[in-house]
């Protein structure tokens, strides 16, 4: 289902139509910024078009040309799972695809049980794609600003899983990639969804009602179901931020919790703990959670393996320092080499650690003691 048949859904549907245009109605919209729409619109306008618009939402284009390598390759099936996992919009696609017949598949794994290799390569070769380092033209900002948080998200939520508490794993970890699709809707209708990081989670809420007469939530679990997400996941998006959920909705709200937390961001004390009692995760577990932040949440998830490592000793170089936050150009001045140079040895790491981005890059060469 295309979200433009989901926006024909919208309006075919008075009731839930009107649900969210009226409460966005008494609010006067704010002025829209770069990707906004600069003529006035009422709010309901503005929302099913932004809701129409990510119907272009693109892929990162280094994990759907894995997939697609993958794919040719005939690769099994826990080779793909991780690769679409790492990405929005190949994560949406498989499910839509999935879910088109009338499936219930809320979870990767399921989902590629279901779908047909040839169509899933098909839909994936015609995915509109972003690069890390662009020039952040249309989406492609946007969406690199909402990776970053979501791949965070999605570590916290694995270290939960890790730890047992997940009932449906698979269906969290969805969640935990796409709890905030409700902002690049805001942000595509209004150009801001509210403070940004400043605040706390129930501050920028707070805002975001107060201007809109809606949120971020709301309208992610709007926009998955148009989607044609499953409806279990529509609702862990649309309720990650209740203060009175529990099971994996509190979980979600944890994890992302956790990931703000590691990334600096204001957190409420007192919320976090209040979340993590409603997920059943106890004093001390959030205790060490929050001690091994911002190395991530996910440490100590799985022993370290010490392997040998299949970098060269420039590849090796440059991942290190790409882990200490350098940029490429400085990179290439500590090397001693230029800049396309070091993009060559970072695109030979990925392809031999098999990962999409220098964010996993990372994150694999440190786990087994190669940086």
């Avoid at 690199?144 to 794993?169: S, Y």
């Avoid at 937390?261 to 976090?272: C, I, S």
Wanted: hydrophobic share 45%; proline share 5%; net charge neutral.
């Amino acid at each position: 289902m295309s979200v433009t048949a989901g926006v024909r859904g919208v309006v075919d549907e008075p009731s839930e139509a009107r649900g969210l245009t009226e409460r966005a109605a008494p609010r006067e919209a704010p002025s829209a910024g770069p990707i906004g729409h600069s003529e006035p619109r009422g709010h309901g306008h503005r929302l099913l078009e932004a809701i129409e618009a990510f119907e272009s939402f693109p892929a990162l284009a280094r994990a759907r040309d894995r997939l697609l390598s993958l794919l040719d390759a005939d690769a099994p099936t826990a080779d793909i799972v991780p690769v679409i996992e790492s990405d929005s919009a190949l994560t949406i696609g498989l499910l839509r695809l999935a879910n088109a017949p009338g499936g219930a598949h809320s979870g990767v794994p399921s989902a590629l049980e279901g779908v047909d290799a040839g169509d899933l390569r098909r839909l994936a070769a015609a995915m509109p794609t972003f690069e890390l380092m662009g020039d952040g033209a249309g989406w492609g900002k946007v969406a690199r600003q909402f990776r970053l948080h979501a791949v965070a998200t999605v570590g916290a939520a694995e270290r939960l899983i890790a730890d047992g508490h997940a009932k449906h794993p698979d269906r969290l970890r969805v969640a935990a990639l796409l709890h905030d699709i409700g902002k690049l809707v805001l942000l595509r209708a209004y150009g801001r969804f509210g403070r940004g990081f400043d605040g706390t989670p129930a501050d920028r809420l707070g805002e975001e009602q107060q201007g809109w007469g809606l949120d971020h939530a709301v309208v992610g679990g709007v926009l998955a179901r148009r989607l044609g997400l499953p409806r279990r996941v529509a609702t862990l998006i649309e309720r990650h931020h209740s203060n009175d959920a529990d099971g994996d909705i509190a979980l979600l709200t944890l994890a992302d919790a956790l990931a703000h937390y590691g990334a600096g961001h204001p957190v409420d004390g007192k919320e976090l703990v209040r979340a993590a009692a409603r997920a059943g995760v106890s004093d001390d577990a959030l205790d060490v959670m929050l001690h091994e932040l911002p190395g991530g949440a996910t440490a100590g998830t799985a022993p370290r393996r010490i392997e040998p490592s299949p970098l060269s000793k420039q590849e090796t170089a440059s991942i290190a320092l790409m882990a200490t936050g350098r940029r490429v150009k400085d990179i290439a001045c500590e090397l001693g080499i230029s800049p396309s140079t070091v993009r060559t040895h970072l695109f030979n790491a990925y392809s031999k650690l098999g990962v999409a981005d220098r964010t996993q890059a990372v994150l694999l060469a440190t786990k087994r003691g190669w940086i």
